[in-house]
């Protein structure tokens, strides 16, 4: 018993074990941990599956990321291929064929029996990233007048998977959903009571065309461990489970911070060279063009520059400290946005303190800074200069940090996108502008 | 049936409601409901509350952030009080008594069974970060000679909260973990079965002292919906359930996002302007330092700026891209981190392909700008000394964007806190040195 296994200890078991001896030792291994395994092993790695059942190949699948399903798969001839296949859940066959070439996809789906390529046919077909894209068709449904003798008798018999098991749904005849009872329900109700009298009636559902950020946060709000998805009739088409829903959350996030840093839709540790150029150098290109606009308001002020040098060396303090408070007010907005926390009702008192945070940091920053050119330059004007500009910058930096992701928001496009981008060229060309065209006016005083 | 309660209908329910009438509709209202209709309640919320038992109170103030535990708690008179925290479950509680004050904390404890009390008290001596400060003790155990049959009439008895009823564990004399058995298990088994048949003996356990991310990274991998809690001698302490860990997890990365912006911990969005002026101001005063260095940089070339103003015009590029570039490295390496997708086998290849990205996007980018700057200022030496200056702080900011974060970690400080302010610190340094350093080399050909 320890905290984890040892991978190596299961490599040597799996290469040097005999299958009887082993088998009821590798029947706890988590599939998991087989597949990191798997991940590290260049030899053989059919000889190290070939211990293991078809479900238990199907788990691994599960665990494995989009890219790597089918690479699994395909280690095994085509027959054993569809005897994995029967075994895997639905939503994670939609996920494995998604990832494939479509004759790939379309070879296993002939392969299969016509009602279960047509049901997943039509599970392909929803959004990727709605509740519809992520939702297996697996559950249990019973009757209402069942007793709970009958549906434990039930689950014996059809020995759901874990996910399937969790809680089990009453529909009515035209399948909409009239109730749902949890497996811990069940267990601590006594034996002759009816389902109908146990289980619960007022049902959060999940609609198939919700995105799955905002299915997210719906689990995140209510801790269930599966919630049941319906179309617009109420009649239930599947269910999303939590685990799938940790992936999402995971997902989401890495992409909102990605998304902040610049870097494009999807990029991994794990890409290649020419992977993470693809998506990084578009918006290195953005931003050079953001860049020559920050440069060419400069430029307006050559004049002035070429009369006070200290000006291009004061420049990179207005702009940084612009950045970094209209960084910081973006974020805190762009993730009060993805979480669901920026409402109609916080959003006047949000702005209203955020252009407070400008004020009094802008004073605070102004004032130092404003000291500190004087103290260098002996020139009382360059500290006035230097520090009203800096309060005006950061004022602009924390009301662009605020409306720039609403209404990116308000557009339909992810706040987290192109944020950062426009508050930097906001907050770069107006400090610039601030601070050489006050130095501009003020000319006389600081040559 | 519908995709959420709406707030409205069940206010009026509660407000105007006789308990008798109501009882049945209100059982299936969930507690996050009741919590959001609390929240944006303004008359007596006592009034709101009267309707609910101590268990649904207790589970409404589970769902509550941590600083409205108590204020919803102390609605209640003194006495009902106590009666309310018997309902709550231990890590509730030592969230609530960790988020008031000391003597109203001891107020509560000194109201207590001593067993209680004690246990509490044991619970919060634990780090707030690690496993045991977020684990409950609450966990059914069984014994291993018991029958599945035995087991669900012990169950039907204990009536345990939902949470506390996934999994079942099997412990030895010495309170060490022995065996798990799922509620799955159990109701798919044949009830004659005995526990020690049916119980996985290789579990996965967590360490006491364990971080909470950490935790949260095993519950990502393993998709369990609770784990076991153990000391170093493998003794079981308590459970710490998959709910908790969307907490901790959304928690984290809130956390990750705000510290690469340079917020300080814990910062929301209903902060008062005070708090986030608190939090963010000490964050701007480091970059103002950083910005400083930056700024003394450029005087060294003051001379060169003099006599080529255009210069001062370019800068803001050479900072700027640098930034990004090294912002988008340092955010793959420090979300990598925090996944544990950056291991020992890949550091290598991942620091290889960065520089790569520096070599490739700093040659494109570099031969854009110069040839920007060539066709503007009809001088190709400034171009050749803006596109080489380019291509070197593009190389710069990747090789720092992947080693700051790594020597941080290494040195146990938080990647995601400081990374952003060392790598723009020098990106904007070593930018402005190679573009004025060049500059000022090739100076005859420039003026």
Do not use: C
Request: glycine share 6%; hydrophobic share 45%; no cysteine.
């Amino acid at each position: 018993m320890a905290f984890e296994f040892k991978n190596k200890d299961i490599l040597e078991l799996l290469l040097k074990g005999k299958r009887e001896q082993i088998q009821e030792q590798i029947d706890d291994i988590h599939p998991a941990n087989i597949l990191s395994i798997l991940r590290e092993y260049n030899g053989d790695k059919l000889n190290l599956l070939h211990h293991f059942t078809d479900e238990m190949i199907a788990l691994i699948i599960d665990y494995a990321e989009d890219d790597e399903k089918y690479e699994i798969l395909s280690l095994f001839p085509s027959s054993k291929q569809m005897e994995i296949v029967e075994e895997m859940a639905s939503d994670e066959l939609v996920d494995l064929l998604g990832a494939i070439q479509p004759d790939e996809a379309n070879e296993i789906l002939d392969k299969m029996s016509r009602e279960d390529a047509k049901e997943l046919v039509e599970l392909m077909h929803y959004d990727q990233d709605s509740a519809g894209g992520i939702m297996a068709k697996e559950y249990i449904s019973v009757m209402r007048n069942m007793t709970v003798k009958e549906t434990l008798e039930l689950l014996r018999k059809e020995e759901p998977e874990a996910e399937t098991a969790y809680y089990l749904y009453v529909l009515n005849e035209s399948g909409q959903l009239n109730g749902v009872v949890s497996l811990r329900d069940l267990v601590i109700s006594d034996l002759d009571v009816r389902i109908s009298d146990i289980m619960h009636e007022k049902i959060i559902t999940v609609p198939v065309h919700m995105d799955q950020e905002e299915v997210g946060r719906i689990f995140e709000k209510y801790d269930y461990l599966s919630m049941p998805v319906v179309d617009d009739e109420d009649r239930m088409l599947g269910i999303i489970s939590i685990d799938d829903i940790m992936d999402v959350l995971r997902f989401e996030n890495t992409e909102d911070i990605f998304k902040l840093a610049g870097i494009g839709e999807g990029e991994s540790l794990n890409n290649s060279l020419k992977e993470s150029i693809s998506k990084r150098l578009p918006w290195l290109f953005v931003n050079l063009m953001t860049a020559l606009i920050a440069s060419a308001t400069v430029n307006l002020f050559q004049g002035t520059i070429q009369k006070v040098v200290v000006l291009a060396t004061l420049m990179p303090i207005i702009a940084g400290m612009g950045g970094n408070a209209g960084t910081q007010t973006l974020t805190i907005i762009v993730r009060g946005i993805a979480l669901g926390e920026l409402t109609f009702e916080n959003a006047k008192r949000v702005l209203i303190k955020e252009v407070g945070v400008g004020l009094l940091a802008g004073t605070s920053i102004g004032i130092t800074v404003g000291l500190l050119a004087f103290f260098w330059d002996q020139n009382p004007i360059l500290g006035v200069v230097i520090g009203l500009a800096m309060l005006l910058n950061m004022i602009v930096a924390t009301i662009s940090g605020y409306f720039v992701p609403v209404i990116l928001k308000k557009f339909h496009i992810d706040p987290a996108l192109a944020s950062a981008v426009f508050v930097t060229t906001v907050t770069d060309v107006l400090g610039f502008f601030f601070f050489l065209g006050l130095a501009t006016l003020f000319i006389e005083y600081l040559i």
